[in-house]
């Protein structure tokens, strides 16, 4: 554990005291912006009541001028009907009295009107309901819409000042109508006999005021009905003011735009406001505007409004207020709590601080498990332990158990009934992956710390890496395990070779089991002397060097036999470097000694044969090595060494240095490579030695079934054999006399010639030869002089013959010649030549000589020839006629006909 987490405590109780004042900071902020709220929520209703009131007031005013308009358009029209009525209906223009009486009794249909009278073409009162207006004039001028004199159209005229036209005085149209006035309305009829008449009606606008007409206003409610000129034909004693008037004479300007009706807004100069509502209809020359204050319009809303600010408001904040102080109130029983929490909390982080110091020394990790919730809580520790960041993944308790090996999860039941029954706790060995993925050894240990009634609530406790120790005890015991199955004795012994284990090989080889060995040296148990004092000291000297010492020792088993074993014994070092241990490596190898020692008496046995053998021996393995050679072989192919120094030799220097004593080097060397890439037995060769003896050459591979061990040449001295052969051959294929081939021989190899000549069509000739009168010889000579003839005969032949002429004696004096490649007019130049030169030759005897000549017969091969006899018959046909022509002579045989020439 770090020194920083040793000080946490005194930060994390500063830092809570932090977001405690944050926290009451944001309590007052909270309650300041609720009184904000509430005060801006009471300012927004306010406002849109204001604004709810002014429109409906609008709306109110909008209706008024809408009913108003309404009311002057049906009574217009009905002015509009009376008048067209009188005046289409109406007597003559002359009859005033009537018409008198006739306006007086319209007029009391009429309310709406002061008077109505009938004004001549000149605009002259001639009749009228008030007599008072009888020869008035008044002014036809600024009457709307303008239009033609007497035009049958109503037509509305400036308000007048005073009761009727009798005392009616113009008003201007900047001020305001007197409180008694009319307006005058006109409609006018052409009369067939004048220019025309006009019934004015004096419109009582009092009639609107007060009969009803008009809604009833407040007092900065004023509704009025104004003209095309923005005069004031009607106004309920509004105010008069020059923003007033201007703002009439803006909706007179609307009015010709078409604008019929909507509501503006005016601002005049006393600072008041003002909605004006106006109504400007197309078909009516009279518009109706409704102008409130908005001021007395909002008064009821404002004293609402200040109503609730004067009670609302303050019951707002008392309210808040209140909160405000029952939180600091419970605020400060909480602090008092958690004063007493946190010494609390810091005596537990202190001790477990301690606890953890303790941890951190011994690489341990700390873990916290809730039971209810299954929260689970590692420290750094327990995540390093896996090599995970602290918090390196998520954790409770369903997710460790996912976590652990699934061999390992039979032990957590146990556990869990530990748990809750054991006072001291529980343990538990487990594995879990760590970051790379591999199984990691852990331990935990825990105790219940809290409890609800009897069953656990928190458990804390460690977690300790134990991968290392581990892993080394189940390697020890795999290595025990291995050690203990191995063929091969192991003993352990400590630096003074007392044995401290064996295995059961040891038992089995030296018939000490492991309580009879242990605690006891291996001298004392399997010494048997066979080897030296100096053999051991040299042991020793090495394993003490610390180095590893390999051998082979005679020991003695318990019952007393004698057995082999190759021995290896290791030294072993501590972390000091202090030998502390052997560890000795036995094999048995006394079967193996065994076989050696068999195989050795084999050997010797073999190499006794081969010595004794009546000929050369040469063993090569597989890879050329000889293995096994006697002196016989050295002696045959001329090597002068000792066979024991050809053994471990490659064969291939053996045959490169007998070569060069046989007739044909290279052909020696190559037939060994060619017989040994072949691999199969071959018997018998025979090999010709400079020293002209004759070898004969066994080579046979030899084989374990399918494997090929090597290969062994047997040679012997068949020289003898040899010569007794070749005289016999002489025997039978010479003849003894003169040394040429004997008949059958010669036939034998004319014969191939005739064959040859058949394949190749070369030419060639026999020639058969007949020494005349040899018999004279004899009788003159004796028989000894005939043969000496017989000889010299032959010698003079073959001084002028070919190698590849075949000469033969066929009986008697009798020869034949085979001369190949040879034309008939060649054989019988040549001939005639050997004739002549026996003739020239005669054989020296003593002081004298014998004279002889001899005839031949020529006979070329032809096709037509079955055999050699064939041509041998012709040629001796030829023969018979050099006789018969008085012998010395030659004869060629004819092809066709056999006939000599
Ligand atoms: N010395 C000796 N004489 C032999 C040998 N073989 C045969 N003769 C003799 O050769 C003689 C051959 O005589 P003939 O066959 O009558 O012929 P020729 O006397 O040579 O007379 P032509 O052949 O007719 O010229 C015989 O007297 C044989 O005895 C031999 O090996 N040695």
Same mark, same amino acid.
């Given at each position: 554990?770090?020194?920083?987490?040793?000080?946490?405590?005194?930060?994390?109780?500063?830092?809570?005291?932090?977001?405690?004042?944050?926290?009451?900071?944001?309590?007052?902020?909270?309650?300041?912006?609720?009184?904000?709220?509430?005060?801006?929520?009471?300012?927004?209703?306010?406002?849109?009541?204001?604004?709810?009131?002014?429109?409906?007031?609008?709306?109110?005013?909008?209706?008024?001028?809408?009913?108003?308009?309404?009311?002057?358009?049906?009574?217009? *029209?009905?002015?509009?009907?009376?008048?067209?009525?009188?005046?289409?209906?109406?007597?003559?223009?002359?009859?005033?009295?009537?018409?008198?009486?006739?306006?007086?009794?319209?007029?009391?249909?009429?309310?709406?009107?002061?008077?109505?009278?009938?004004?001549?073409?000149?605009?002259?009162?001639?009749?009228?309901?008030?007599?008072?207006?009888?020869?008035?004039?008044?002014?036809?001028?600024?009457?709307?819409?303008?239009?033609?004199?007497?035009?049958?159209?109503?037509?509305?005229?400036?308000?007048?000042?005073?009761?009727?036209?009798?005392?009616?005085?113009?008003?201007?149209?900047?001020?305001?109508?007197?409180?008694?006035?009319?307006?005058?309305?006109?409609?006018?009829?052409?009369?067939?006999?004048?220019?025309?008449?006009?019934?004015?009606?004096?419109?009582?606008?009092?009639?609107?005021?007060?009969?009803?007409?008009?809604?009833?206003?407040?007092?900065?409610?004023?509704?009025?009905?104004?003209?095309?000129?923005?005069?004031?034909?009607?106004?309920?004693?509004?105010?008069?003011?020059?923003?007033?008037?201007?703002?009439?004479?803006?909706?007179?300007?609307?009015?010709?735009?078409?604008?019929?009706?909507?509501?503006?807004?005016?601002?005049?100069?006393?600072?008041?406001?003002?909605?004006?509502?106006?109504?400007?209809?197309?078909?009516?020359?009279?518009?109706?505007?409704?102008?409130?204050?908005?001021?007395?319009?909002?008064?009821?809303?404002?004293?609402?409004?200040?109503?609730?600010?004067?009670?609302?408001?303050?019951?707002?904040?008392?309210?808040?207020?209140?909160?405000?102080?029952?939180?600091?109130?419970?605020?400060?029983?909480?602090?008092?709590?958690?004063?007493?929490?946190?010494?609390?909390?810091?005596?537990?982080?202190?001790?477990?601080?301690?606890?953890?110091?303790?941890?951190?020394?011994?690489?341990?990790?700390?873990?916290?498990?809730?039971?209810?919730?299954?929260?689970?809580?590692?420290?750094?520790?327990?995540?390093?332990?896996?090599?995970?960041?602290?918090?390196?993944?998520?954790?409770?308790?369903?997710?460790?158990?996912?976590?652990?090996?699934?061999?390992?999860?039979?032990?957590?039941?146990?556990?869990?009934?530990?748990?809750?029954?054991?006072?001291?706790?529980?343990?538990?060995?487990?594995?879990?992956?760590?970051?790379?993925?591999?199984?990691?050894?852990?331990?935990?240990?825990?105790?219940?710390?809290?409890?609800?009634?009897?069953?656990?609530?928190?458990?804390?406790?460690?977690?300790?890496?134990?991968?290392?120790?581990?892993?080394?005890?189940?390697?020890?015991?795999?290595?025990?395990?291995?050690?203990?199955?191995?063929?091969?004795?192991?003993?352990?012994?400590?630096?003074?070779?007392?044995?401290?284990?064996?295995?059961?090989?040891?038992?089995?080889?030296?018939?000490?089991?492991?309580?009879?060995?242990?605690?006891?040296?291996?001298?004392?148990?399997?010494?048997?002397?066979?080897?030296?004092?100096?053999?051991?000291?040299?042991?020793?000297?090495?394993?003490?060097?610390?180095?590893?010492?390999?051998?082979?020792?005679?020991?003695?088993?318990?019952?007393?036999?004698?057995?082999?074993?190759?021995?290896?014994?290791?030294?072993?070092?501590?972390?000091?470097?202090?030998?502390?241990?052997?560890?000795?490596?036995?094999?048995?190898?006394?079967? *193996?000694?065994?076989?050696?020692?068999?195989?050795?008496?084999?050997?010797?046995?073999?190499?006794?044969?081969?010595?004794?053998?009546?000929?050369?021996?040469?063993?090569?393995?597989?890879?050329?090595?000889?293995?096994?050679?006697?002196?016989?072989?050295?002696?045959?192919?001329?090597?002068?060494?000792?066979?024991?120094?050809?053994?471990?030799?490659?064969?291939?220097?053996?045959?490169?240095?007998?070569?060069?004593?046989?007739?044909?080097?290279?052909?020696?060397?190559?037939?060994?490579?060619?017989?040994?890439?072949?691999?199969?037995?071959?018997?018998?060769?025979?090999?010709?030695?400079?020293?002209?003896?004759?070898?004969?050459?066994?080579?046979?591979?030899?084989?374990?079934?399918?494997?090929?061990?090597?290969?062994?040449?047997?040679?012997?001295?068949?020289?003898?054999?040899?010569?007794?052969?070749?005289?016999?051959?002489?025997?039978?294929?010479?003849?003894?006399?003169?040394?040429?081939?004997?008949?059958?021989?010669?036939?034998?190899?004319?014969?191939?010639?005739?064959?040859?000549?058949?394949?190749?069509?070369?030419?060639?000739?026999?020639?058969?030869?007949?020494?005349?009168?040899?018999?004279?010889?004899?009788?003159?000579?004796?028989?000894?002089?005939?043969?000496?003839?017989?000889?010299?005969?032959?010698?003079?032949?073959?001084?002028?013959?070919?190698?590849?002429?075949?000469?033969?004696?066929?009986?008697?004096?009798?020869?034949?010649?085979?001369?190949?490649?040879?034309?008939?007019?060649?054989?019988?130049?040549?001939?005639?030549?050997?004739?002549?030169?026996?003739?020239?030759?005669?054989?020296?005897?003593?002081?004298?000589?014998?004279?002889?000549?001899?005839?031949?017969?020529?006979?070329?091969?032809?096709?037509?020839?079955?055999?050699?006899?064939?041509?041998?018959?012709?040629?001796?046909?030829?023969?018979?006629?050099?006789?018969?022509?008085?012998?010395?002579?030659?004869?060629?045989?004819?092809?066709?006909?056999?006939?000599?020439?």
């Amino acid at each position: 554990m770090d020194r920083s987490s040793v000080t946490a405590a005194p930060a994390v109780g500063a830092a809570g005291r932090r977001r405690q004042h944050l926290a009451d900071a944001g309590f007052v902020g909270f309650i300041a912006l609720c009184i904000v709220v509430a005060w801006y929520s009471l300012h927004y209703h306010g406002q849109r009541l204001e604004q709810e009131t002014l429109a409906a007031r609008a709306q109110v005013a909008d209706l008024d001028t809408q009913h108003l308009a309404s009311h002057l358009s049906l009574t217009l *029209r009905g002015v509009d009907l009376t008048l067209q009525t009188l005046l289409e209906t109406g007597p003559p223009v002359d009859a005033v009295y009537t018409w008198n009486g006739l306006l007086r009794e319209a007029l009391r249909n009429s309310p709406q009107l002061r008077s109505l009278s009938l004004l001549d073409g000149t605009g002259t009162v001639i009749a009228s309901s008030n007599p008072a207006n009888l020869g008035q004039h008044p002014s036809l001028a600024r009457f709307l819409p303008q239009a033609a004199p007497f035009a049958p159209t109503l037509r509305l005229g400036p308000p007048q000042g005073g009761r009727d036209l009798a005392d009616a005085a113009p008003i201007s149209a900047e001020e305001a109508p007197p409180p008694l006035y009319f307006v005058p309305l006109l409609r006018g009829l052409h009369t067939p006999d004048g220019d025309g008449v006009y019934l004015l009606a004096a419109l009582n606008m009092d009639f609107f005021t007060n009969g009803g007409a008009l809604p009833v206003r407040g007092a900065t409610d004023h509704l009025e009905v104004i003209n095309f000129e923005g005069q004031r034909v009607l106004d309920d004693d509004a105010p008069r003011t020059p923003e007033m008037r201007a703002a009439d004479l803006a909706l007179v300007e609307r009015w010709k735009a078409g604008d019929e009706h909507g509501v503006v807004h005016l601002d005049t100069a006393d600072g008041a406001t003002y909605s004006v509502a106006y109504r400007l209809p197309r078909n009516l020359p009279l518009g109706v505007v409704a102008r409130f204050n908005h001021a007395e319009a909002l008064s009821g809303a404002r004293a609402e409004r200040a109503r609730q600010e004067r009670y609302l408001l303050p019951a707002v904040g008392l309210s808040l207020g209140g909160t405000l102080f029952g939180y600091f109130l419970f605020r400060r029983a909480g602090r008092r709590e958690r004063l007493a929490r946190e010494a609390a909390e810091s005596a537990l982080r202190a001790s477990e601080e301690r606890y953890r110091l303790t941890m951190g020394a011994v690489r341990d990790g700390m873990w916290e498990w809730h039971v209810d919730t299954g929260a689970l809580c590692w420290d750094a520790r327990c995540f390093e332990q896996l090599g995970f960041p602290p918090d390196g993944f998520e954790l409770d308790i369903e997710r460790w158990k996912a976590r652990i090996h699934p061999e390992d999860h039979a032990r957590l039941s146990p556990m869990m009934d530990e748990m809750a029954t054991s006072p001291e706790g529980f343990r538990i060995e487990f594995r879990m992956p760590d970051i790379q993925g591999e199984w990691h050894w852990l331990e935990a240990r825990g105790k219940v710390v809290e409890w609800r009634g009897d069953a656990p609530l928190r458990v804390v406790g460690t977690q300790t890496d134990i991968h290392v120790r581990k892993t080394g005890e189940i390697r020890l015991r795999l290595l025990e395990a291995a050690l203990n199955a191995a063929a091969n004795a192991v003993v352990i012994t400590n630096a003074n070779a007392v044995i401290e284990w064996v295995n059961p090989a040891f038992a089995a080889l030296s018939g000490y089991n492991q309580d009879d060995a242990i605690g006891r040296t291996p001298r004392e148990l399997i010494n048997s002397g066979a080897q030296s004092g100096e053999y051991y000291a040299a042991l020793w000297n090495t394993i003490l060097a610390g180095d590893v010492w390999r051998g082979e020792l005679i020991n003695r088993r318990r019952d007393g036999q004698l057995y082999h074993e190759a021995l290896t014994i290791t030294p072993m070092r501590d972390e000091n470097g202090t030998l502390d241990h052997f560890i000795a490596v036995k094999e048995d190898i006394s079967a *193996r000694k065994a076989a050696e020692a068999e195989l050795e008496a084999t050997h010797a046995r073999l190499q006794a044969v081969v010595d004794n053998f009546p000929g050369a021996v040469l063993f090569e393995d597989a890879d050329g090595t000889i293995t096994l050679a006697n002196q016989m072989l050295c002696s045959l192919l001329g090597i002068d060494e000792r066979a024991s120094a050809l053994v471990g030799r490659p064969s291939v220097e053996l045959v490169a240095d007998a070569a060069p004593n046989f007739t044909d080097a290279a052909a020696f060397v190559a037939r060994i490579r060619d017989l040994r890439a072949a691999a199969r037995p071959v018997h018998g060769e025979e090999l010709e030695t400079l020293g002209g003896r004759w070898l004969e050459r066994d080579f046979l591979p030899v084989r374990s079934g399918d494997t090929l061990l090597g290969f062994l040449r047997l040679y012997r001295d068949v020289t003898e054999r040899k010569h007794h052969e070749q005289a016999l051959q002489r025997l039978a294929t010479l003849d003894p006399l003169t040394g040429t081939w004997n008949r059958r021989a010669f036939l034998e190899r004319a014969e191939h010639e005739r064959l040859r000549y058949l394949r190749s069509e070369h030419p060639a000739s026999l020639v058969m030869l007949d020494l005349d009168h040899f018999k004279r010889v004899n009788d003159t000579w004796g028989h000894a002089a005939g043969d000496a003839v017989l000889c010299h005969f032959v010698r003079v032949l073959q001084q002028r013959l070919r190698a590849t002429d075949l000469l033969g004696r066929l009986g008697g004096e009798e020869f034949a010649l085979l001369l190949v490649d040879t034309t008939p007019e060649g054989a019988a130049e040549l001939t005639e030549r050997l004739r002549a030169a026996i003739a020239e030759h005669p054989l020296p005897l003593g002081d004298r000589t014998i004279s002889i000549t001899v005839s031949a017969g020529i006979a070329p091969f032809v096709q037509d020839d079955q055999n050699v006899e064939a041509a041998l018959a012709r040629a001796d046909a030829a023969l018979y006629r050099a006789k018969a022509r008085g012998r010395n002579q030659v004869v060629l045989a004819d092809d066709e006909c056999g006939t000599a020439r």
